[in-house]
Structure formats: C-alpha cells, structure tokens
C-alpha cells in the first residue's frame, strides 16, 4: 500500500526551512538547493512542490503571514482582563518578537519587506495586511474609548502611533538594544498614557 503524503505539510516544511536560512543568512542566500539542504531533502523533492524560487517565496511569505495572524489571534484570544484596551495590548505585544519564533518570524518579515519594496505585488500583500491591523487597532481603541477606558482620543492616529511604537521596538530587540520586558514597558507606558 503506497504511503499516503500530505503535500500541505511537505510544502509547510519546506516553507520553515527557507525560514531558517532567510532568518540566520538573508533572502539572498535562500535558493532551491540551500533550501533543500536545509530540509533535509533533494533538490528535486523542493522542485516537486516548488517550481521556481519565486514561488517558493511567495508561498513563504503567505505562510509567514499566516504564523503572524495565528499569533495575534492566540494572544488576544487570551488577552485578561478581555477589554478593548487589553486587546490592543495583546495585538501589539504579539507583534513584537519575544520568543525564538516569533523573532524568526520578525528577520524573515524584514527580509521579505526589502524584497516587497522592489516587487509590486509582495507590497501590496504587506500593504494590505498593514491596513488590516491598523484597523483592528483602531476598532478596538474605538470601543475601548466607549466603554470609557479611554478619553478624547482620535482611534486612527493613535492606531498608527502604536503601531510605529511597536515597530520600532520590535527592531530594537531584534538588534538587541532592548530586551522583551523593556520593550512591554514601553509599550505599557504609552498605553497608559491614553488612559484619563
């Protein structure tokens, strides 16, 4: 009986593999056959679920964006007290890279937005998720603002300035000028500030 395969998965697999080199060396050392060594496999079998290195990619940066979505879900999902203003907190401190995979997933992303800036399609995929965080963002401080957690405040300007803030934090301790609980401090701090 012929062994059941799921291509999903191999694909999936191969997908981290390209993490793994693009995280520790960059886009430019991720080709077919580094890829294939890093997985562990031929590169035939990468070329069996991946034509090109460009849909490699592609697929990669999809699945990246999937990883991230899962992660903001998960940490809102338990987000305590549940409010709109804890919500916010849990959206944005999972975009920060706090633990190895979610700063596997940060380097992998920034490599990707070098890449998005020189093709027209990549950005608007990151455009389009951009917008979509912006709004949950501002959606949430919106209701936290009615439920009376926050006061005078416009939710749009101040969604993109929290986002910047995470950012930018999410590069510092990505290049080690912070660490995870001085950049939740921050980031606390300023949300504090939007309190009455």
Known sequence: MPRVVDHGQR???I?????????????????LARVAEEAGVSKGRVQHYFASRDELLDFAA???????DGRVR????????????GEVRALLTALLPLDEDARTDARVGSA????ALGDE?????YRTGNRLVHTAVAERLAAAR?????????????ATVLLALAGGLAESVLL???????????LDHQLGRLRP
């Open 74 to 85: 998960a940490r809102m999902a338990a987000a305590t007290p549940s409010s709109p203003l």
């Open 176 to 186: 080690g000028d912070a660490d995870g609980a001085g950049a939740l401090a921050v």
């Open 121 to 125: 399609r990549l950005r608007e995929i």
């Open 15 to 31: 997908a981290e593999a390209l993490w793994r080199v693009a995280a520790a060396e960059g886009l430019e050392a991720v080709s």
């Open 62 to 68: 999809q699945q990246l964006q999937l990883r991230v």
């Open 11 to 13: 694909r999936g697999e």
């Open 146 to 158: 009615d439920a009376g957690e926050l006061t005078g405040l416009d939710p749009a300007r101040e």
């Open 112 to 115: 990707f937005l070098i890449r």
